[in-house]
């Protein structure tokens, strides 16, 4: 899996960010997000692309009897102990297509902006798919594919530097898409819906919820009004149908 996170520069300016500095009410998506959680007393959680640990933090005090959060980044996973230890969560340094996804092993997975950094999310699904108990919960939050398949991702600006419109291009073409973020650049996986839903449902979930629209808290702060312009984010959530073993 690609990882700007250990670049010094990159991880240093990302370490800037609002929802660097206070965790989870400073995230944008995490309005939206946060409603769609499953209750957590008493179940085993993995996080894939954790972070800083807020997630893992999250549902340790939501009652979660093990949590599991796994990152590619050495300093990810070092801020996430210094930030968000707990007795109840091991944090490991394991990239999500190298973790070995053992058979009905967790309660809910959860994935919050790690997954568009995956070339073979199908291949994810199917591992997430088989690690979930029956009836387990597959929570994720990837960028949405008209952003990943923007050009640059970014806006084309008149002259006063006002965002016009969104271009995007090569939408049908899956794979790399190379963007400027955070001083860096960046190397990102581009997935159509098509991909990701019918990815989900091929491996045997049912999706529940799905959600594009940021909270309106969030376009009503300065400078976040052209959110609702084009979506950024896409939420989902997924139940695993299968047989008790």
């Not at 959860?110 to 199917?126: T, V």
């Not at 049908?172 to 581009?190: A, M, N, S, W, Y």
């Amino acid at each position: 899996m690609y990882n700007p996170y250990d670049q010094d520069t990159f991880f240093q300016e990302y370490a800037k960010m609002p929802r660097s500095r206070d965790g989870l009410p400073a995230a944008g998506e995490w309005g939206r997000l946060q409603m769609l959680f499953p209750p957590l007393k008493g179940k085993d959680v993995l996080d894939l692309g954790c972070g800083y640990g807020w997630h893992c933090k999250y549902a340790a005090e939501n009652g979660a009897k093990k949590v599991l959060g796994i990152d590619l980044s050495q300093k990810m996973i070092a801020e996430a102990e210094r930030r968000n230890g707990d007795s109840r969560i091991t944090y490991r340094v394991c990239g999500i297509a190298e973790y070995t996804y053992p058979e009905n092993r967790w309660d809910c997975v959860i994935s919050n902006l790690a997954l568009h950094y995956i070339a073979d999310i199908g291949q994810i699904f199917a591992n997430i798919y088989r690690t979930l108990k029956p009836e387990g919960i597959f929570l994720f939050n990837i960028e949405h594919p008209v952003f990943t398949a923007g050009v640059d991702q970014d806006w084309v600006y008149d002259a006063d530097g006002k965002p016009m419109y969104w271009p995007i291009d090569n939408y049908f073409i899956p794979g790399e898409r190379k963007t400027h973020f955070l001083g860096c650049d960046v190397t990102k996986q581009h997935h159509t819906l098509t991909q990701i839903f019918m990815g989900l449902l091929d491996c045997g979930f049912t999706i529940v919820a799905v959600e594009e629209e940021p909270p309106k808290e969030v376009t009503s702060l300065p400078g976040m009004e052209d959110e609702l312009r084009r979506p950024m984010m896409l939420l989902v959530k997924a139940v695993a149908k299968k047989e008790a073993p």
